[in-house]
């Protein structure tokens, strides 16, 4: 079994920073993308950033320039820095990972809340 372990959101000011982290454990094997995804209400759940294990990056153009993902593989953790937080990256964000057969894990997930 595959835990993902969540933590870091909160409530923030517009214009805010938040760091998101996601350690995963358990019998998982060699992981290749590790990414986030959020989430509204009544919404469907949205990628964010992703890093694949040789380091490419892919972002939403609605976070480009804001955020950045990294993660530290030795710990099997991803990270999520959120810098410029506006009310419109309010949302649920979950963790995901995929190991080398293209089995996915979703964390639990973390609540995101940019308001004055």
């Known amino acids: 079994q595959v835990q993902l372990a969540e933590s870091g959101g909160g409530l923030v000011q517009p214009g805010g920073s938040l760091r998101l982290s996601c350690a995963a454990s358990?019998?998982?094997?060699?992981?290749?993308?590790m990414a986030w995804y959020r989430q509204v209400a009544g919404k469907g759940r949205d990628l964010v950033a992703s890093?694949?294990?040789?380091?490419?990056?892919n972002y939403a153009d609605s976070v480009k320039g804001r955020f950045t993902i990294s993660r530290d593989n030795a710990k099997n953790t991803v990270f999520l820095q959120m810098n410029g937080l506006k009310p419109e990256d309010t949302a649920v964000y979950y963790c995901?990972?995929?190991?080398?057969?293209?089995?996915?894990?979703w964390g639990q997930g973390t609540q995101v809340t940019v308001s004055s």
């Open positions: 358990g019998r998982l094997l060699s992981i290749n993308v």
């Open positions: 995901h990972v995929e190991d080398k057969n293209y089995r996915g894990y």
């Open positions: 890093m694949t294990n040789n380091r490419m990056t």
